[in-house]
């Protein structure tokens, strides 16, 4: 057992890395291979064998997310700092595709819509990707800000003019600002751990996303009173406590891999998770306000939205969360 | 080469735009002869519903375009004709041959094509009243299968005197055929058409 820490820790960052996407994805391959064997058992009766075709379905779309997200960090990680960067723009872009197609604008928006996918959202990856930290952090809530309502002004329509406005600046600051928060902790320098960031990317992810699936989870099987039923009929403090807890823990247990100590890296995560959950519970009330359960629940789509947002919205908001506090608290 | 590398480049380019979905509702996609009708608000119609199609049926599915406008300039000409194969139609009246002998033409080589029957993109949501073409097709060519399609969203990708369009999901939903009722009006035929059209919105 020591003997393995030991040989765990004396790798290079590289080598260090490596073992962890190798060992992620043996993990989803044995997954995998397990819902495929369970796929082709054969089954007694017919009521057990459409119960498990309806878990395995889920199941499988879960495994095929995981796969994705594990794709996309190793050949980020792999290909360097900048492919990552491209390929959270991308994420980005389609997130904020959903989100604008769910909350329709006018035509006067036009000049408005072109600018933040094609001039914001590239600007301020490009400004995440050269390290100006003061500069991004501040350059779509201050200067975006005041340019995109302008353009939507000269359009010369007035009619429900503010709620257009808040609608695209409240998508762009879920879906660029939060979003590209997560590639940026690759820029941050803890001293004495250089070439091991992409390490902090995954705590992060990792932390948020066993947060989620355990407030999922808990919220199923506890069955708790619902706090605002009109916006979520399954969120409840106990189950995001509990989330937020086990996410938590599970940070601390991976604080091997951060600069940190494991009462840190517990601090830190726990941070990230109630962001995270809380930033998830408030993208329903949104979603509400649309009318929708999902962006994009299957069936009843109009759109052709693939729920992507669903997935990352915790993460928009956790990530900003977590940069900051990690950036002011460590003066990194 | 060219004409195929610019349609993959188009069915790229909408595919990260929209999404592109095909939504089958009323019937699937099939290779027999058939005219797709469609609300029309956007230049990005005619790709939206072509991209929608399978691989298969887009080769013999040709749209409707009109003559005046799409060969004003060699590029617009060479777009609608080597790339979309479209069908040109002449929207002044001048001349004394039917504007709709060319639809004919290819009807009778046994195309599918895809129609626009309000004649023009509209500015609002509602579809305009539905120009009198579609029920002379159905009246000369009663075999062949027609489908209605509304195309949803797609004035927001690239509303009427943008040149940039944004990326905004839309959808195709293909519905029930319908058929000319044995002695029906020419304007209620019409009128049923568009409300088949209309009533794909909400589906």
């Known amino acids: ?7 765990l820790k004396n790798l290079s960052p590289t080598q260090q890395v490596g073992m962890l996407f190798v060992t992620i994805f043996g993990l989803l ?17 017919e009521a057990r064998a459409d119960f498990w075709r309806k878990e395995l379905k889920s199941l499988d779309a879960m495994l095929r997310t995981s796969w994705l997200m594990v794709l996309v960090f190793w050949i980020g990680w792999a290909a360097g700092d900048w492919v990552a960067l491209t390929l959270f723009a991308i994420v980005s872009f389609f997130a904020l595709r959903e989100f604008l197609t769910l909350s329709p604008t006018r035509l006067g928006d036009h ?24 500069m991004f952090t501040v350059f779509i809530p201050v200067y975006v800000f005041l340019a995109l309502p ?5 359009a010369n329509d007035p009619l429900r003019f503010l709620e257009r406005s808040a609608k695209l600046q409240w998508g762009i600051m879920v879906c660029i600002y939060g979003m590209s928060h997560v590639p940026a902790i690759l820029m941050l320098k803890f001293p004495g751990y250089e070439g091991r960031s992409a390490f902090m990317v995954f705590f992060l992810v990792a932390v948020v996303q066993v947060c989620m699936v355990t407030q999922h989870i808990a919220a199923q099987r506890m069955r708790r009173k619902p706090i605002a039923p009109a916006i979520s009929q399954s969120f409840n403090w106990d189950s995001w406590g509990l989330g ?85 608290y460590f003066g990194v | 080469m060219l004409a195929k590398m610019m349609s993959y480049f188009l069915l790229g380019l909408i595919r990260v735009l929209t999404g592109s979905q095909a939504r ?25 519903i072509w991209a929608a199609l399978p691989k298969e049926l887009r080769s013999v599915t040709r749209a409707i375009a009109a003559k005046d406008y799409w060969t ?38 046994g195309d599918s094509i895809i129609l626009f029957p309000e004649g023009t993109r509209g500015f609002t949501g509602e579809p305009q009243p539905f120009k009198a073409g579609l029920y002379n097709l159905a009246l000369k060519f009663p075999d062949v299968v027609l489908v209605p ?10 509303p009427k005197g943008e040149v940039v369009p944004v990326p905004v999901l839309c959808s195709v939903t293909f519905g029930a055929p319908m058929q000319l009722g044995a002695g029906e009006d020419r304007r209620a035929f019409l009128e049923r058409a568009r409300a088949a059209v209309v009533a794909l919105r909400d589906v």
């Open chain 2, 149 to 158: 399609a509304w195309i949803n969203n797609v004035q927001h990708v690239l």
């Open chain 1, 1 to 7: 057992m020591f003997q393995m820490y030991y040989y």
């Open chain 1, 29 to 45: 391959l044995l997954a995998s291979v397990g819902a495929f064997l369970l796929s082709v058992r054969e089954h007694a009766d």
């Open chain 1, 111 to 134: 000049r408005s819509l072109v600018l933040a996918f094609f001039v914001v959202l590239p600007a301020q990856y490009a400004l995440v990707g050269g390290g100006h930290f003061d």
């Open chain 2, 72 to 109: 004003k300039t060699p590029f617009k000409q060479w777009l609608t004709s080597a790339v979309f194969n479209v069908i040109y139609v002449s929207r002044d009246r001048t001349s004394d041959e039917d504007p709709l002998e060319p639809l004919f033409d290819a009807l009778q080589n």
């Open chain 2, 24 to 48: 089958w509702h009323g019937c699937p996609p099939k290779a027999e002869q058939r005219i797709y009708f469609a609300n029309h608000q956007s230049h990005a119609d005619l790709v939206m």
């Open chain 1, 150 to 154: 302008l353009a939507s002004a000269l």
């Open chain 1, 244 to 328: 937020v807890l086990v996410g938590s823990l599970f940070g601390a247990l991976l604080a091997g891999i951060t600069p940190w100590v494991p009462g840190t890296a517990f601090a830190a995560a726990f941070i990230a998770c109630s962001a995270g959950g809380l930033g998830h519970f408030v993208m329903k009330a949104l979603k509400r306000d649309r009318g929708i359960p999902n962006w994009g629940a299957e069936g009843q789509s109009v759109t052709g939205a693939g729920g992507l947002l669903d997935r990352v919205d915790a993460l928009c908001f956790a990530a900003p969360v977590f940069f900051h506090t990690t950036r002011w």
